[in-house]
């Protein structure tokens, strides 16, 4: 079967820089995407069912922390960014671009719901000539094996004949100020080599560098294996903290010192677990994916009960932090500071801080919970909201949990209230934020990965 016509009308229209830019989804990923091709002048069509979002891009306004109002506000006033409720727009774009979530089901599986939905509302309205690109983080095959066939059942169409599809996966990580989204290079794979080229080049449109791979499997594969690498080796500096705790060594300044040697070392770093939108959910896509092929992918399943523990560690050192002041964790007053799964963003995915606070429950402690950006999280016990002031949360608490190291939380103010609280308080520092700190008279200070005095 061959594209005949279609592709060489599309090839024209983007020589000619006239695509239009179709956009399903637009939060973390979809709203940076969709700004970046409306600064390179493309018309976008953004389609969301979530009414919010919408509302906000149409009064130029953004709903993630890090992206400035007057960015959405310019590109819509100039008419190159609009937003709706409703697919059927999405029949004017050239290029539709998915980039809905892949979470988990409660089985640890994947949940692909969101894909399967996105691709039925885009096959209802799907024409002849488009292109619909997967930017999901998902396993091998999806594209081909769940996108392709709902998008002809709904339209009635041919993949390849009448339209064509790929997979880009999404490289953004949210927050970081260091890379512009144009400048991380772009891997495409399409279902064909053809297909490839001319997703290629409408990423060019945007992107400094493209990178082609032989088909979307692989492309589907490269961003599996970029999250089940930091997974594997996250977890393998949580178990080497656990383990210098014990040795009397100091993890932290162990990474600092390997990280002198310039070849054959990457820098990772522990915490209180694993959160956000891919790094924990990818590799059991992998994993999903190996055990229909017969294969078992035996580093994923450690790593996940090394990262998966560290919560419960992280409240274990509350509890022995706790007694060291002759008190029990039943009954205790335990702050939380961070419910963001990453400094400086207002995304709570995934967070351990969630798994933090269960357990701290289930162990029958009163918690309160404080972030400068998210806030609240709805956990098995329920919604705990973030208070306003962190300084008197640390006044009203017995024990605190720095989950998280928000810019916020290296003020003077509140790194002198915790280490000088004018009482007996238990700080225990997950990320290392009071490295080299002396705490006061009656402060137990218990720090992730570190020797404990």
């Known amino acids: 079967m061959q594209p005949g016509s279609w592709l060489d009308e599309l090839r024209e229209k983007l020589r000619e820089n006239r695509v239009v830019v179709g956009v399903v989804g637009l939060g973390y990923v979809g709203l940076p995407l969709s700004l970046l091709y409306a600064s390179k002048g493309f018309r976008v069509i953004g389609y969301d069912i979530d009414q919010g979002r919408v509302e906000a891009i149409r009064r130029g306004r953004s709903y993630i922390n890090y992206i400035p109002d007057h960015e959405v506000a310019r590109v819509v006033k100039e008419g190159l960014l609009e937003a709706y409720t409703s697919p059927e727009p999405l029949h004017e774009a050239d290029f539709i671009l998915v980039t809905v979530p892949t979470p988990l089901r409660c089985n640890g599986l994947p949940d692909l719901s969101y894909v399967r939905s996105a691709a039925r509302s885009v096959g209802r309205v799907l024409r002849r000539g488009q292109v619909v690109v997967l930017e999901s983080s998902t396993y091998p095959g999806t594209t081909r094996e769940v996108l392709a066939p709902i998008l002809e059942e709904e339209s009635g169409l041919r993949v390849v004949r009448d339209f064509g599809v790929a997979y880009s996966p999404e490289r953004i990580n949210p927050g970081d100020t260091r890379y512009k989204l144009e400048d991380i290079p772009k891997v495409v794979g399409g279902i064909t080599p053809e297909i490839t080229d001319i997703v290629a080049e409408f990423y060019s449109k945007a992107f400094k560098y493209v990178v082609k791979v032989k088909d979307c499997k692989t492309a589907e594969a490269t961003k599996m294996l970029e ?16 383990a210098f705790e014990k ?202 990965g570190a020797p404990h005095s």
């Open 247 to 448: 040795m009397g060594i100091n993890v932290w300044e162990v990474i600092e010192a390997a990280k002198t040697k310039p070849f054959g070392f990457m820098a990772f770093y522990p915490g209180p677990g694993v959160g956000g939108h891919c790094i924990p959910v990818d590799p059991f896509y992998l994993r999903y994916s190996a055990w229909r092929h017969g294969a078992v992918l035996r580093l994923v399943e450690v790593a996940a009960s090394i990262n998966n523990y560290m919560p419960v560690h992280v409240v274990n050192l509350v509890e022995e932090g706790l007694a060291k002041l002759g008190k029990r964790i039943r009954g205790a007053r335990v702050a939380v500071l961070g419910l963001a799964y990453k400094p400086d963003v207002n995304d709570a995915r995934e967070s351990p801080s969630i798994r933090i606070i269960e357990e701290l429950v289930e162990r029958g402690a009163v918690v309160r919970v404080h972030d400068p950006l998210v806030e609240s999280v709805k956990t098995v016990y329920g919604v705990f909201q973030s208070t306003v002031d962190p300084l008197e949360l640390v006044g009203w608490a017995d024990a605190v949990v720095i989950a998280v190291n928000h810019t916020a939380y290296h003020s003077k103010e509140l790194v002198t209230k915790l280490l000088n609280p004018g009482k007996e308080l238990v700080v225990v520092d997950t990320r290392n934020l009071l490295s080299g700190a002396r705490p006061g008279p009656g402060v137990v200070l218990l720090r992730l």
């Open 227 to 242: 999250n089940m690498f930091r997974y594997i080796n996250i977890a393998l500096v949580n178990e080497l903290a656990v």
